[in-house]
């Protein structure tokens, strides 16, 4: 990385300090080569609010739970997504990670009811039984003394579990097809997120045709499953019906087929990528902290005594679920996210420009050393309710937050506790020796090359 240059502290609109890039092209390569690192140092050198140059824009990257809060719930409708928001429409439209305004909020009411609590309790069920199938899967795997990558695991099964819930069905045969799809989305996602300039979706560059391949086949699912319930009409249940059959409050509207399509594919890209992601961190961390693990087995233990968790486990289960708030605190799914200013603000004490775009990283600020001690330890009882209430609300924020915090929340927290529970009930994972399990950030911060582990049965 370069060396990060000091500016002088001037008066008035300019007083943070901060980085400063010849062009955007400067900025972008650095964010390309590492984007944690980089946001990391700003921090450490600059402090809670930096300015980053690069002629003849500036942007503001804010790391203070203060200012978090501020940009993302009490000022929030002065912050849109941005233009960096918009070009990822390419993929996913105007599903509510990428809408904003009155359509956001429309597709939000029309959305929620579908993420009701009770309604996700009644999937507690289904998501006990298709980890206790993929275990299944592993037995001769474990016997053979074999290895496998648990980031794709965790990746097919969080698919599964969340296409079940949105269609009341696995997808199928069309499973592994989505799965390659989401992963070319990305990449596509990322690409055209840290390039300055990209050509639109119809230009046959290399990298457009890959995404465009990755974007067709995703359509391709998602088209045939919404003109199949079209067709039949009945309410089954499950989160497409939800959202089939709602209507808007006002204007007693139904969401549109292209609006069905863009909340679907939000949902099972966004749904699955993020808890496959937290949880593949989750079992890296507990085997490389065995005093963690042991704590985990001894818990499902007690609490459990063999039997397969239920929903109501999930309060005596919570050693388990401060892992998966520790895990998703040292590697935030999503890592880092941008606002763009309506109209003049200040934040922080520093003028905020319309048209400026703002930064909030969940992985700087979950690292903020007067929040976090030693912060770069694994610790789960930093999540106990004593040490959390102790803390101001946005020095942790996995899920977002203000009125835009991931619908889904509930949803995912559930999901992951109970794969964490059904699996180290059967299994102890170990890591493969000489494997290597580093952060890659592209849109999520996935494991760079997964996580290789071996199972090892503990009955």
Known sequence: MPALVRLDPATGNGSAKGPRFASPFGFLATMRRDPLGFLADCHRTYGDTVEIRFFPWRTFFFVHPRDVRYVLQENHRNYWKGVVFAKLKRIGGQGLVFSDGDLWRRQRQLAQPAFHRDRIAAMAGMMVDTTAAMLDRWQPVAAAGGSFDVASEMSRLTLEIVAT???????????????????????????????????????????????????????????????????????????????????????????TDQQLRDETVTFLVAGHETTAVALSWAWHLLATHPDAERRVHAEVDAVLGGRAPTLADLPDLRYGRMVIEESMRLFPPVWATSRQAYRDDV?????????????????????????????????PERFTPERSAARPEYAYFPFGGGPRRCIGNQFAMMEAQLILATTAQAFRLRSVPGSVVEPHPILTLRPRHGVPMMAQPRR
């Open 347 to 379: 934040v922080g004490g520093q003028t905020v420009r319309a048209d400026t775009t703002v930064t909030v990283s969940p992985y700087v600020t979950h690292r903020h050393p007067a929040f976090w001690e030693d912060p770069d330890r694994f610790d």
């Open 165 to 255: 819930a949105l269609f009341g069905a696995s997808l199928g045969e069309d499973a592994e097809a989505f799965r390659e799809a989401v992963t070319g989305g990305l990449a596509y996602a990322n690409h055209i997120v840290n390039h300055f300039l990209t050509p639109p979706l119809f230009v046959p560059t290399r990298v457009n045709r890959r995404g465009r391949r990755a974007i067709a086949s995703l359509d391709r699912i998602v088209w045939r499953i919404i003109a199949e319930r079209r067709r039949d009409g009945r309410d089954r249940g499950d989160l497409l019906s939800m959202l089939i059959h709602a209507r808007d409050a006002d204007t007693h509207e139904s969401m």
